[in-house]
């Protein structure tokens, strides 16, 4: 079993350009989690989806959009990158909300 | 930002010396989880602590939960290199919260 896997690893994007972010679990997990993590912030939920055909916004959602496309897979898009959106992302799944999350290894994301 | 505080934000300390971190809390929690996260790596879930006063233990780690469920310790005795990276607690109402962190360097 692979967990969570996310794609791609690495990106550089211009400002004002757009990508998806994918990540996929094989685990049967209800629950979905976008995170982003910057130095000495730790990490801030993004959207997040409680189940399948759900999705809610976490702490810092403006800038991004995510769709809960079935149960394996749950995408984050950002629209127009700005420079602050800079980060490394992480997903992350759980059986339920109330478990502990298994996350992936993560996707480092420059934006000049 | 955090609901959760972390102390101390960085801590180094020689190798077999003991590590503590502290999670606060304003509110009481339901349940407090602690992952780590190794340089260059991702979370790893750790516990969960759900009952007041609960304290659990995995080899040289141990985690408290508070009597008022306001506040949540992770104990490392005797350090190792292998225990370098960042403590995380979080709290968790269906969408998890984290703290800032305690990073971990541990000199040979």
């Known amino acids: 079993n692979a967990g969570v896997t996310q794609t791609p690893k690495f990106q550089v994007l211009k400002t004002g350009q757009s990508m998806t972010l994918q990540c996929a679990q094989d685990?049967?997990?209800?629950?979905m989690y976008w995170y982003r993590q910057d130095p000495g912030m730790g990490l801030r939920l993004i959207y997040y989806s409680a189940s399948e055909g759900t999705t809610d916004k976490g702490e810092v959602p403006n800038g991004y959009n995510v769709s809960r496309l079935n149960k394996r897979e749950f995408s984050l898009r950002l629209e127009s990158a700005a420079p602050s959106q800079t980060s490394v992302y992480f997903c992350?799944?759980?059986?339920?909300?109330?478990?502990?999350?298994?996350f992936g290894s993560g996707t480092r994301l420059t934006v000049v | 930002g955090q609901q959760v505080m972390q102390i101390p934000q960085y801590q180094h300390v020689q190798e077999g010396e003991d590590f503590t971190t502290y999670c606060n809390s304003s509110?009481?929690?339901?349940?407090i989880q602690w992952y780590k996260q190794r340089p260059g790596g991702h979370p790893v879930f750790l516990i969960q602590l759900v009952k007041s006063g609960e304290v659990k233990k995995q080899k040289r780690l141990t985690f408290q939960f508070g009597e008022a469920k306001k506040n949540s310790s992770l104990h490392i005795t005797a350090t190792q290199t292998t225990d370098v990276g960042t403590y995380f607690c979080?709290?968790?109402?269906?969408?998890?919260?984290f703290g800032a962190g305690t990073r971990l360097t541990v000199k040979p």
């Open positions: 509110t009481t929690l339901s349940n």
């Open positions: 979080a709290r968790n109402n269906n969408d998890m919260r």
């Open positions: 685990m049967n997990h209800n629950s």
């Open positions: 992350a799944s759980s059986p339920t909300g109330g478990d502990g999350y298994t």
